[in-house]
């Protein structure tokens, strides 16, 4: 199965700073989603980025997928107390799982003031 | 505009009991539906996922089942709760062209 690799595992950043968030996979990523949670709630739907080298923003959010479509990056840009919360990348998985999608352990990010 | 509800939001349970959790989908037809656990430094595992009504297939062998009696219900259920089925259980939804998936509020399951 396809396994996704988060890092790091928990980020604690200063208000206004900027950060990263890594999702790698073990295979050829042909759907990569990003999610973000609050603690004890659903699941926010972020972005999805489906061709190597594709890049999309939304507001502070930037998700990048590389050329080799095995790893994506998350960048937030001057981080805010509201950005804090469990970031979760996601991929399409096996085909006897329809379009379930196998997903990260996640990133716990908390912003400081 | 598409919603998705889940009840109830929290659930404490003994050993043993059964359990019931449901979810629906409000704006939409034909959506793929899917349960999600979540355990604390497990990430979230897949558990059940349907693509039509009374079409279920379970990824995970375990004492959990599901049911999907109509188009936008999908129900979660166990005849006998185990501690180990503790966590926090998500429902999704995504089109049947199956891209982005849409998450429930989610129920925090506390076994006794």
């Known amino acids: 199965s396809q396994e996704l690799e988060q890092s790091p595992q928990s980020l604690i950043v200063q208000e206004g700073k900027n950060l990263t968030i890594n999702c790698t996979s073990s295979k050829t990523l042909y759907g990569l989603y990003w999610y973000k949670q609050k603690y004890g709630e659903g699941l926010i739907f972020l972005m999805m980025l489906q061709k190597g080298g594709e890049e999309k923003s939304h507001e502070k959010i930037t998700a990048k997928l590389d050329e080799k479509k095995q790893q994506s990056s998350l960048h937030i840009t001057a981080s805010q107390p509201s950005h804090a919360g469990i970031y979760l990348c996601g991929a399409d998985g096996l085909s006897n799982s329809g379009y379930a999608l196998n997903f990260g352990k996640g990133t716990s990010l908390l912003v400081t003031p | 505009s598409q919603t998705i509800h889940q009840w109830p939001a929290t659930l404490v349970q003994p050993v043993g009991s059964p359990l019931s959790l449901e979810c629906t989908v409000e704006?939409?037809?034909?959506?793929?539906l899917y349960w999600y656990r979540q355990a604390a430094g497990r990430g979230l595992q897949l558990l059940f996922y349907s693509v039509g009504i009374g079409q279920i297939s379970s990824e995970v062998p375990q004492n959990l089942s599901a049911s999907r009696p109509q188009d936008r219900q999908f129900i979660l259920s166990s005849k006998k709760l185990l501690l180990s089925d503790s966590g926090f259980y998500l429902c999704?939804?995504?089109?049947?062209?199956?891209?982005?998936?849409?998450f429930g509020p989610g129920t925090r399951l506390t076994v006794l």
């Open positions: 999704a939804w995504s089109s049947t062209l199956g891209y982005e998936q849409f």
């Open positions: 704006g939409t037809s034909n959506p793929n």
